[in-house]
């Protein structure tokens, strides 16, 4: 698919790596680029066209809807983590997560499914993540969440596919934005990660890996889970 001439609805687009988003989509010569935000005063990127979206209200979703009628791109950015673990954490987090990262999505997804459709049917891009794969010893519940969003970005593909919607599912590790600001950790550019999703819309690709962790992890999934968790040796 072509971005020149494409109208597409970034979800998030208001900061980090959705900003790049919609910033890169004007440049490559979007028609129209809708900017998603629950608050449309934090839009600030010229050129593009505020819309007010809160992924996890299925009122707000309909109205995005509605009003980006024309789409034919959908790039689902919008997400959150709360840091929080599985066995000792809030349930009330975790559920936060799995309502945002995977609902969220799938709310979108359903609401922007037939207006790709009329409109030619277009691409989807998810936000998905290296924790998808393995998850590293904190913030479990970002990576569940994660896994249920690559199972649904795969599971969509299959069901978008006979009215020639294509699906991309972009995996990356850390990137530099403020989700992670104060974690020590090697961070991608959220530039280039977004250019990278880009590209792999315009060649047809199904899933991109963004960075060089994400790809080793992603070579490790035919492994044991004990070559995948080297830390559970030592205990």
Same mark, same amino acid.
């Given at each position: 698919?072509?971005?020149?001439? #494409?109208? &597409?609805?970034?979800?998030? *687009? ?15 010569? #979007? ?6 935000? /629950? ?10 066209? !505020?819309?007010?979206?809160?992924? %996890? ?5 309909? !109205?995005?809807?509605? @009003? ?16 929080? =673990?599985?066995?000792?954490? +809030?349930?009330?987090?975790? /559920?936060?997560?799995?309502? %945002? ?11 922007? &499914?037939?207006?790709?459709?009329? =409109?030619?049917?277009?691409?989807? $891009? ?11 010893? $904190?913030?479990? #519940?970002? &990576?569940?969440?994660? !896994? @249920?969003?690559? +199972?649904? %970005?795969?599971?969509? /593909? ?6 020639? %919607? ?21 961070? *991608? ?5 977004? /250019? ?6 315009? +060649?047809? #690709?199904?899933?991109?890996? !963004?960075?060089?962790?994400? @790809?080793?992890?992603?070579? $490790? $999934? =035919? ?10 040796? *030592?205990?």
């Amino acid at each position: 698919m072509e971005i020149q001439g #494409a109208i &597409a609805l970034v979800t998030g *687009a208001n900061r980090g790596i959705g900003r790049h988003f919609a910033r890169q989509l004007l440049e490559r010569g #979007a028609a129209k680029v809708y900017a998603g935000a /629950r608050d449309i005063d934090t839009v600030d990127l010229p050129g593009v066209q !505020a819309v007010q979206l809160d992924i %996890t209200d299925p009122a707000s979703v309909a !109205a995005a809807a509605e @009003a980006a009628s024309d789409a034919t791109i959908l790039i689902n950015n919008a997400g959150i983590a709360t840091f929080e =673990n599985l066995v000792a954490g +809030s349930e009330d987090a975790i /559920r936060r997560e799995m309502e %945002t990262n995977f609902f969220g999505a799938l709310r979108m997804v359903r609401a922007f &499914a037939p207006v790709l459709g009329a =409109n030619g049917g277009g691409a989807i $891009l998810n936000m998905l993540s290296v924790l998808s794969w393995r998850t590293p010893g $904190l913030g479990h #519940a970002y &990576a569940a969440a994660k !896994a @249920a969003s690559w +199972s649904l %970005t795969n599971a969509v /593909r299959l069901e978008l596919a006979p009215q020639g %919607t294509h699906v991309v599912g972009l995996h990356v590790a850390g990137v530099d934005t403020d989700m992670l600001a104060g974690i020590e950790a090697e961070k *991608a550019d959220p530039a280039d990660v977004a /250019r990278a999703g880009l590209d792999g819309i315009e +060649s047809g #690709a199904l899933e991109v890996l !963004a960075d060089r962790p994400t @790809a080793e992890v992603k070579a $490790l $999934l =035919n492994a044991d889970p004990s070559v995948i968790y080297p830390e559970l040796a *030592a205990r």
